[in-house]
Nanobody, 120 residues
């Protein structure tokens, strides 16, 4: 059984920084794309950033220049370094992993979410 466990959320003042982590555990044959999404109250879940197993990254416009996604393939862990945080970054942040099995099929998994609140 695959589990995604996020950590690192919390309360931070505007202009501050946070680093989110998401560790994937369980039966993993291959870890393909991993990413972070967020959902603010009353809004849909939206992309923040993704990273492939080769390190190719993709960012939402709102995240470019402020957030950095990275991964440690040996630890099956993905990170999101968030700098210059703004109140509009307040949301529940979710980790997503697309994992492959030995037959070549891919499966999508989500973490439980971690709250990020940016407020003075």
């Amino acid at each position: 059984q695959v589990q995604l466990v996020e950590s690192g959320g919390g309360l931070v003042q505007p202009g501050g920084s946070l680093r989110l982590s998401c560790a994937v555990s369980g039966s993993i044959f291959s870890s393909n794309v991993m990413g972070w999404y967020r959902q603010a109250p009353g809004n849909q879940r939206t992309l923040v950033a993704t990273i492939t197993n080769e390190g190719i990254t993709n960012y939402a416009a709102s995240a470019k220049g402020r957030f950095t996604i990275s991964r440690d393939n040996a630890k099956n862990t993905v990170y999101l370094q968030m700098n210059s945080l703004k109140p509009e970054d307040t949301a529940v942040y979710y980790c997503k992993a697309i994992l492959g099995d030995a037959r070549g099929y891919e499966y999508q998994y989500w973490g439980q979410g971690t709250q990020v609140t940016v407020s003075s």
